[in-house]
């Protein structure tokens, strides 16, 4: 009954059974898994040998005090509603990954304790901000159970549930922004001085590595960075001219369409 269930090995619940296994916060006989498809149960035994493999989400459920639903956000209702009358209800505590499936509408499936937690891509190498939303019911063992649980991953980050949906598009959506920057940074690069395409993104990617590291060591604000380098010739100074007159533009374009498509999604 102590078992962490985990619903959907795919992109996401894949990604969090390793991070919890790899990193010790758990083992191998601590998690039980189910998902849509043989397959996908498959593939975790064979990557975890020892694992729980549950033939159905109900009887995950029957058997997990923790269960974490890893399905996509139009699926999220379903699998709640499958599994909520099985459920141990007062003990056991739900955690929904959906994007843009709010507490309210989760509650009208479940009224015992759910959190929602929006992880990212980024902690499959430790790294990144998990973020975390308890509703109104949750306890504080069963808050600080899957506190500690996610920390093991990466940062955490307590959020209003009104902040969530930006901090999602930030934390969670951000890398996938970030590595579009990459790619046209170096893109950028290899127009400008035929810089071979492989070499141009060996240097943007350590770049921005070592641009947050050293911003993160330091504390430094943006600004004061960006003085340390546009120094002398006024080289760095005219980049930075160019992207701060265009690049507002265009990253307020991209908040306000992932923002409009954020709020369908869970429709
Ligand atoms: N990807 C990200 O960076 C990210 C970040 C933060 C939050 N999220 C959230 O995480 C959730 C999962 O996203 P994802 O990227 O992992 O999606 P995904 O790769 O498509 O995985 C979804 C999984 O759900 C399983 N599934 C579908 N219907 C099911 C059912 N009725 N019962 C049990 N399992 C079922 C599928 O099983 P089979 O493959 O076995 O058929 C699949 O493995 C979403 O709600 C998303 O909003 C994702």
Redesign the pocket.
Known sequence: MDSLGV?????????LVRGFLSSGALRVDDVMV????????DACAAAWPGIGIAPT?TDLARRCRTII?????Q??M??LL?IAPVVVEGDAHIV??????SLADLETAFTGQITR?????TSSVGQGTTLICHGRRVGADAARRVERLFSSIGDLMLVEEDDLPVA?LLS??G??LLAAIIEELAGAAVRAGGLPPDRALSLATGMVTATAAYIRETGEAPPDLIQHVATGGGITGAGVQQLRERLPVVLDAAFAAMLERHDA?GE
């Not at 937690?117 to 891509?121: A, K």
């Open positions: 619903i959907g090995y795919g992109e996401m619940g894949s990604m189910s998902s849509g498809s043989q397959k996908s149960l989400n639903i890893a399905v996509r956000p699926e999220v379903g699998v499958e929904s990954l959906a994007a843009g499936v937690v929006i992880p990212t891509i999602t969670s959506c890398p996938g999604v």
